[in-house]
């Protein structure tokens, strides 16, 4: 079964505009921290916001907001103001703790291309 | 702070020659380094851990003897691609996480793309 599902291959928003990548998952581990990365073109890993399973807030740096709905296992990203540069593929990631055992292995999901127009 | 670079950043090379790839953790040092594979358009997807100083583990259905990671030092970690075939043509990522910090986050390199002709 896939541990984290993004559902949406591809996402189109105007410039300015809100909007917001799904992303959902599934663990049994009660310890658990979720990602999300932007990839541009050029192929690098941008970490963009972090959450963790025990955090009671939702995370929020700059413009982007991490929407942490627990009880449904899903870690949407919101992205407000979108910008031309925000067009990329962004990941949703997971890593588990079981067993205490935290080496930071990561489970990606399939990705989400955005583009943004103008 | 906390940069991981990547050499070479692109590679071409021919069928059944090896290839080798290092990442290195600039102003850290890493306890665990992983490497990833990616295809065009899509996710990536784990091949092994490594921790330094012992043997890497590989995640099921990578060939460790294609597939070869060593790493040697706190801040370098090679992947060695065996006997290159065209179907290993891809981009591979490595990622590090800082030592003593409980994983928060893993730090990517800028990736490298083979091609193998």
């Known amino acids: 079964a896939q541990k984290i599902t993004q559902t949406q291959p591809g996402m189109f928003v105007q410039e300015k505009e809100a909007v917001t990548l799904d992303c959902t998952y599934d663990t049994s581990d009660p310890s658990y921290g979720l990602f999300w990365y932007k990839q541009p073109s050029s192929g690098e890993m941008i970490f963009l916001i972090y959450q963790g399973s025990y955090d009671q807030q939702n995370a929020t740096e700059g413009r982007y907001s991490l929407n942490f709905q627990k009880a449904r296992k899903s870690a949407n990203l919101v992205i407000s103001a979108s910008q031309l540069g925000d067009s990329a593929m962004y990941f949703c990631a997971m890593r588990e703790n079981a067993g205490g055992t935290s080496y930071g292995k990561l489970t990606f999901g399939q990705g989400t291309i955005l583009t943004v127009h103008p | 702070g906390a940069v991981v670079s990547q050499h070479p950043s692109w590679v071409i090379c021919k069928s059944g020659t090896s290839v080798k790839i290092e990442c290195r953790s600039l102003?850290?040092?890493?306890?665990?380094m992983f490497w990833y594979r990616q295809f065009p358009k899509q996710s990536l997807m784990l091949m092994a851990t490594s921790n330094e100083g012992s043997k890497a583990t590989y995640e099921q259905g990578v060939e460790k003897d294609k597939f070869l990671i060593n790493h040697a030092s706190l801040t370098l970690s090679t992947l060695t691609v065996t006997s290159a075939h065209p179907e290993d043509s891809s981009f591979y990522i490595c990622?590090?996480?800082?030592?003593?910090?409980?994983?928060?986050?893993?730090?990517f390199g800028p990736g490298t793309r083979l091609t193998v002709t």
């Open positions: 990622s590090a996480t800082r030592s003593g910090e409980g994983a928060y986050e893993q730090y």
């Open positions: 102003d850290f040092q890493a306890t665990t």
